[in-house]
Each structure stands twice: as structure tokens, then as C-alpha cells.
């Protein structure tokens, strides 16, 4: 039991909040997800842009053999932090159909050594009645081009001033962060990454060519 409680222990998921505005409704909904993760017994941290200095992308960092010219220390700080965490709970409200300029400038500002092959959470709140759904797609699009896990459940809050206090709307958010807080256990453990070890490393199917349809077999 120890060690199962020491290997929770150490899986992080942070929560990236993608708007600026002090007690928005963003980042109620991300506390509530990140809530649920905590439930989870993960560790857990709620990233505040508005804390962090980030110019906007150049793009300059990703041609250059030194990273380090390009990444001003509040640069430097996000990635870290982002580094650290086995899982990624990212929130966004909707702006003209799509996430947060904020949002969409610090993921350009990470990349593959933050995000392949870790877990993601997503959730948005919208003024409107679609709940962000635009967003999170465009969200779910970003993350499989960082070669990221994203957990099939998502939470948009439509109207989020008056449907947020709603006890369904809150479950729902925070089953995202329990999702993500268990897939991303799941990852940490060494006994899955050793079986998904062992299926890379086993030996072809010795029938599979006998097996291979043709035009004329077809």
C-alpha cells in the first residue's frame, strides 16, 4: 500500500488557466477540475498566465541550436512547470469561436518536450450556448499535434454565469481532472509502461504476410 500511495504521490497535473481575468469563470471551472484531481490524490498546481511575462511566439527559440538566447525567464518558469506535471488540465473561455489568444500564444511557447505523451484535459465556458465546443476542438487539434493524450470526456459550461453554480455542470468538470489524474497514474506506473514494453519488443506475427488480402483475394 505504501508504494502505491508514494506512486500517486508523485504524479503532478497542473491546470493552465487561458484567461487573464482575476476570479473569472475560467478559472472557477479549472478549480473545479483540478478539484476533482486533487480527490484523485494527485499533486496539483493551477498555472496563472496572468502571473507570467511571455512575449508573443517568434518562433526565433524553435530555430535555434541555443534555446536558452530565446527563453526570458518567466519563459523558462512555464515550461518547467509544465515539464513537471505528469498530466495537463487546459481551460479556456470562447473567443469569436476559439480559444483564448493567451491560451493559444503559451502552448505555442512549449511544445513536444512539455506535452508528447502526456495526458490533457480539456475544458472551456462560453457566454453563449454552445459551451466552447469550437474551442475544444481547435484545443483537441493543438494537442494531437504535440503528440499528447487526450481524455475522450471534456466539460463546456454554456452560459457560464448562470449554469457554473449547477451541481451537474461542477461534476462534470471535475470528472475531467479525476480522468486525467487516472490516466496519468496509469502512465506513471512502471508496471504498465514495462507490459507496453514487452508488447513493443514481442515478435511479429509469424502468419500476419499469409494472412495479407490482396485485389484478387478481396
Not at 475522450?152 to 479525476?178: F, I, S
Request: charged share 20%; aromatic share 6%.
Amino acid at each position: 500500500m505504501a508504494d502505491v500511495c508514494t506512486a500517486v504521490q508523485s504524479v503532478k497535473v497542473v491546470g493552465i488557466c487561458g484567461s487573464l481575468r482575476e476570479g473569472g469563470f475560467t478559472r472557477q471551472a479549472l478549480e473545479l477540475a483540478l478539484q476533482g484531481a486533487s480527490e484523485a490524490l494527485c499533486e496539483v498546481e493551477l498555472i496563472d498566465l496572468s502571473e507570467y511575462n511571455l512575449y508573443f511566439c517568434d518562433g526565433l527559440e524553435f530555430q535555434s541550436k541555443n534555446a536558452k538566447v530565446h527563453t526570458p525567464n518567466d519563459v523558462a518558469k512555464l515550461k518547467a512547470k509544465v515539464t513537471e506535471a505528469k498530466g495537463i488540465i487546459l481551460a479556456t473561455p470562447e473567443y469569436h469561436n476559439s480559444f483564448s489568444g493567451v491560451l493559444k500564444n503559451a502552448l505555442d511557447l512549449l511544445g513536444f518536450d512539455e506535452f508528447e505523451g502526456k495526458v490533457v484535459g480539456l475544458i472551456a465556458v462560453s457566454g453563449g450556448a454552445m459551451g466552447g465546443l469550437a474551442a475544444l476542438n481547435g484545443l483537441r487539434d493543438i494537442c494531437r499535434a504535440l503528440h499528447a493524450w487526450v481524455v475522450p470526456e471534456q466539460a463546456g459550461v454554456p452560459q457560464c454565469w448562470k449554469n457554473l453554480p449547477d451541481p451537474a455542470v461542477q461534476k462534470r468538470l471535475k470528472q475531467v481532472g479525476r480522468q486525467v489524474a487516472k490516466f496519468s497514474l496509469l502512465h506513471a506506473n512502471k508496471q504498465a509502461q514495462q507490459f507496453l514494453d514487452m508488447i513493443e519488443k514481442a515478435a511479429s506475427n509469424p502468419g500476419g504476410k499469409h494472412d495479407t488480402f490482396t485485389d484478387e483475394s478481396a
